[in-house]
């Protein structure tokens, strides 16, 4: 097997990260092609079947909680238990639960102990499936076929609770930690880092490759006043102050005083291997607003590549287009709302 590319290292065969800067080809002038990576100390692994595992269980969760809270009576009708309003109550009550250990799984880095109190409610199920079966008045064999399916749902759980528990280090979720959301990421650029760094040393240069920035208004030395959109067509904003500005290097910032977002991160801009370009690392840290609820949305967006990562990802490859070429180029697969035709781009 060969080597597998990832941004600014590559994977050999004997699993070993190494630096690819000798190996990465040189992108063309009027290309939008992008060299994305991590830029932490080694780059991130691929989550593995037991992070994977989680991650589906924590998702399970929340979707039969809900499922449960909206349509009790058609849930309680498949598992074969009669019709009343005090099955109905129990049955969103059991919905409230399974959210809870499902938010639980899915925003905590080590959901260990999440994931074994899903075994706890599982074994719940269990006690209430098999009191309903001895009641002549529910249908057993749709009661017999839910025992089974929670059975195989508890064998899971214990699986990656055991899991879990052997590997205490590895993070299943690991963009989300106590301080909000961590993004990483970068790109190679074919400009200087003196280019780069005035150009972004601008901060009002920012909404026009930060989709999410309606405005930056520079309001002192080192100070600045930001506004953001925000979803139902609300819009956020913040003060900010720059905490450390080293020339054609780093510019560092967070927000300050009563934001309506907490936010800090930094970006650097390092000469790219063999003179060809410049790095330009972002690293961001986001409180996202509404505590558990707004992790648990940033996690719903990832599935519609609207989270903070996948943002800053096009944020970069549109400061690639701008700072090469004057303008956002986007294929006809990439249009987003708001954004430019490639008929009519940006300049």
Partial sequence: MGTVETGSWQQGDSGAWQDAGAVRRQPTRRSARTTIARTSEEPRAAKG?????????GWFSVGLGVSQIIMPRVVSKICGIEDSDGNTLLMRALGVREISSGVGILTNQHPTNWVWSRVA?????????????????NHRGRT????????????????SAQQLAQSPNIAVNPDVDGDGVHVRQSITVERSAEEAYAYWHDFENLPRFMRHLESVEVTGEGRSHWRAKAPAGKSVEWDAVTTRDVPNELIAWRSEGDADVYNEGEVRFVPAPGGRGTQIHVDLRYQPPGGVAGRVGAKLAKLFRKEPGQEVHDDLRAFKNVIELGEIVLSDSTVRKGMPHPAQPDR
């Fill in 49 to 57: 079947p037991n992070e994977k595992l989680a991650g589906f269980l």
């Fill in 121 to 137: 409610g599982d074994m719940m199920d269990l006690a209430l499936l098999g009191k309903a079966m001895s009641n002549d008045e």
């Fill in 144 to 159: 017999t076929f839910a025992t089974a399916a929670v059975l195989g749902v508890l064998a899971l759980d214990v699986l």
